[in-house]
């Protein structure tokens, strides 16, 4: 029972910590196992069998074995596909796709297999490395993981009445509710946020929309605040708690010392 089974898939780091002298922990998100947890042993001593690429946001080939669930995988062996080398040179794009690889760590658990949610990270990571960071690239990434971890927000109709968005300018999000109710509904709940039907449209497009397109959307002012609120309101109410690469983005970008693309 005890014997160690050898698993090979891609994988894309996630999360990387030094540990003891020359070992590292590292969380990958894989396409064949969901999130893996393990040790890379002599990591920080052995290129031959890591050639480096145990850093955040890369993608690569691992063969690691495990004992049983809830074991710490052996992470025995690691080949780049993709090193994402625009990101590390860059600390927008380090900071934000930080904040895509922790919200798939957030909302996973470990050893459950999905592949669009591994799909979506290699593909939004690959957008941020090919030159976008933008509001909508974050939200839209933000709005495809809630639907593939199970929590969609309800945004093409009132949860109460159900008559489809489209009616009226101005809509209440209910963010313990996770869902639009219309004016004639609403009821002053607590944590609600005024949506007006423009941003509505942006995120029901921004579902759908083709990965390759999104750097051609831009956000209004109006959609920009809206959007961010709703969605990221909605996430720290699904944790129950603040998300700690996003409030560092948010801190720098508030600066202003980053370029927006
Ligand atoms: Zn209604």
Redesign the pocket.
Known sequence: MNTRVVHKTSAIVIHSLDYGESDRIVTFYSSDFGKIKGIAKGARRSKKRFSNALEPSSYCNIIFSKKGRGTLALIEGCDVIDHHANIREDLHKMLLSSYLTELIDKFTLEGKKNIDLFKLLLNFLGLIDAGACSEALIRFFEIRLLRLAGYEPVLDR?M??K?PVGEEVIYHFIISDGGL??N??HRNNPGSLYVSLGTIRTLLLGKEIDTARINIITFSEQTAKESKDVLVGFIHHLLGKEVKSFLVLNDIQKMGILSSQ
Do not use: L, N
């Open positions: 009132c109460t009445c008559k109710r219309c004639e509904c």
